[in-house]
């Protein structure tokens, strides 16, 4: 799910936006909610990380936790 919602909006460039009402995004809510929480609780914009750059760090953390799972 992770890794969806890393490019879920990279059609024609990444953006980082996110519609949920829109029926490709379907299921992404909860994950969209917690990635924010997380990412004001860590306070990145201190830090100059967008909101769209730390998704794109989540997915592929999820993506290299996967191939390491299936890899051993």
Request: aromatic share 6%; with cysteine; net charge negative.
């Amino acid at each position: 799910m992770l890794l969806s919602a890393g490019f879920h909006s990279c059609v024609g460039g990444c953006d980082g936006c996110i519609n949920l009402n829109e029926g490709d995004n379907s299921g992404l809510e909860d994950l969209h909610n917690a990635l924010n929480v997380e990412y004001d609780n860590l306070n990145l914009a201190k830090l100059n990380i967008s909101r769209a750059d730390f998704w794109a760090l989540a997915a592929t953390v999820a993506t290299e936790m996967a191939i390491n799972k299936h890899e051993g």
